[in-house]
């Protein structure tokens, strides 16, 4: 493997991995796509996509990843699992190290997204996609007329609060400090709006459910120890949980090379980061939406800058 010279590896395998492996095999380069675990990234977590052009009715994540899975490997994409640990990013030829092996590439796109922050608590994990969600964009417009629970009192949290509030009925901040730390505009539209209610000083202890569906969350008071149960309303039978207390970039293995900002990747207008021939798109890099349709977007302008760039 280490003999082969790819014109571009891409390292990740989420919407925007996938999306530059298929302009990159669209424009023969010869190209090499490595995901650590399973394609897809959070898009594959994701029950249901209603907002990617062209999706079908009833479109899950994984559905529409197998698509570009399928699509990627018709222009002669190859594919390899491993977990890229380190990196020589300078010069004409890239050198990737894996758990599996070395490999080296003309060219590089950082693909390798972000993880929601999660909250640890008991059945977390059981009930994402079932209740629990980290995307109001993506999720908010299926729990119209529900209730709905908010962790954070962040900027992000809020602002995420506000765009749940035009689908929910009725919306709970729960926080764990004594008040919201978003800026004072955005805590001034939640707390003068009747929608909103607020549990401070507080975390999720567990949450639970019956058929499949979240129903439960249990409530511990950091200051008292105190614990609070609360239900969905019975003629709705379930309601929504949106966790907001951060992204983590999956960066790691490039964060001594690579200009960086909080863990994500600065790139410009074209995907470039600091370093020639170096690319870095999706979630990793610094932009102020986090979308599969941008993640798309961003894989199709590296790999079409990289044909230009390699042909020069």
Sequence with gaps: MADTIYDVIIVGGGPAGLSAGLYAGRGLLKTLLIEKTKHGGQAASTNEIDNYPGAVENETGPSLVEKMVKQAERFGVEFKTDDITGAELEGDAKTLTGAKGTYKAKTVIIASGAIPRLLGCKGELDFTGK???????????????LEVYVVGGGDSAVQ?????????????IIQNLPEL??????????????KFSFVYNSVIEEVKGDDGLLDTIIVKNDKTGELTEFNADPEDGTFGL???????????AFSSMVDMQHGYIKTDENMRTNIEGVYAVGDCRIKPLRQVVTAAADGAIASMHIEKY???
């Design 160 to 172: 995420e609060a506000l765009f749940i509030s035009k689908f929910a009925r009725k919306i709970t």
């Design 131 to 145: 209740g629990v969600s980290y995307c109001a964009t993506c999720d908010a417009a299926f729990f119209e007329d």
């Design 310 to 312: 390699l042909s020069e």
């Design 242 to 252: 949106f966790v907001f207390i951060g992204l983590i970039p999956r960066t790691e």
């Design 181 to 194: 730390t978003a800026a004072k505009s955005l805590q001034q539209k939640v707390l003068n709006d009747s």
